[in-house]
Nanobody, 122 residues
Framework: QVQLVESGGGLVQSGGALRLSCAAS?????????????MGWYRQTPGKRRELVAE???????NYAESVKGRFTIATDNAQNRVYLQMDSLKPEDTAVYYCSAEEAKTKRKSWGRGTQVTVSA
């Protein structure tokens, strides 16, 4: 069973930084380690579709939304079964609920955590 638990959200001023953490179940990280899953972060604001923020493959390939390139960094700690999202130079438009995702590489089916709120004040 896929379990993803996010933490690290909160309230920060514009220009500040936060680091989000996602604790994943050992089983999903084992599959990620085999290249069968892609780990990522998405975000969603009320009335809008959930959008990709960043994703990472076992080989280390990353993909970022244009709006966060150069400010956010995704990384994994395979020993701890964790996915991190370092967010620097935060802007009010980064305010959203951030979700950790595990995407099955072959089917593109995604599993989600419950999300963590990030609020950036002007």
């Amino acid at each position: 069973q896929v379990q993803l638990v996010e933490s690290g959200g909160g309230l920060v001023q514009s220009g500040g930084a936060l680091r989000l953490s996602c604790a994943a179940s050992r089983s999903i990280f084992r599959l990620y380690g085999m290249g069968l899953y892609v780990m990522g972060w998405y975000r969603q604001t009320p009335g809008k579709r959930r959008e990709l923020v960043a994703e990472i493959t076992r080989g280390g390939s990353t993909n970022y939304a244009e709006s966060v390139k150069g400010r956010f960094t995704i990384a994994t700690d395979n020993a701890q079964n964790r996915v991190y999202l370092q967010m620097d130079s935060l802007k009010p438009e980064d305010t959203a609920v951030y979700y950790c995702s595990a995407e099955e590489a072959k089917t593109k089916r995604k599993s989600w955590g419950r999300g963590t709120q990030v609020t950036v004040s002007a």
